[in-house]
């Protein structure tokens, strides 16, 4: 069982940078697969970037083409997501995910997560 909280997000302008970050409770944060997602209304809930529990391994979407990294620090409980060149196509709602088990086929898809945050906004204007 763990609880997450996204922070960080608000209004920018394109080509600009933030770092979101989610925070979260529990005693076992660092066994945790660890996703962020976003979404656009009327739109289904996209894959953005993965990590693995202790780090090592991270998968991002296609369409970030470089521009986001996702990173974690257990002993902050902490996952972050560093996201540059920012454009008003990545205007959403960001929700960071944890789960205790996934692979490389299930790690991109929301409904393999069983634990979400409450989402952050991200807007981007030109």
């Known amino acids: 069982q763990v609880q997450l909280v996204e922070s960080g997000g608000g209004l920018v302008q394109a080509g600009d940078s933030l770092r979101l970050s989610c925070a979260a409770s529990g005693r076992t944060f660092s066994s945790y697969h660890m996703g962020w997602f976003r979404q656009v209304p009327g739109k289904e809930r996209e894959f953005v970037a993965y990590?693995?529990?202790?780090?090592?391994?991270?998968y991002y979407a296609d369409s970030m083409n470089g521009r986001f990294t996702v990173s974690r620090d257990n002993a902050k409980n902490t996952v972050y997501l560093q996201m540059n060149s920012l454009k008003p196509e990545d205007t959403a709602v960001y929700y960071c995910?944890?789960?205790?088990?996934?692979?490389?086929?299930?790690?991109?898809?929301?409904?393999?997560?069983?634990?979400w945050g409450q989402g952050t906004q991200v807007t981007v204007s030109s």
């Open positions: 990590i693995s529990p202790s780090g090592g391994r991270t």
């Open positions: 995910a944890a789960d205790d088990s996934l692979t490389f086929l299930t790690l991109r898809s929301a409904s393999n997560y069983d634990y």
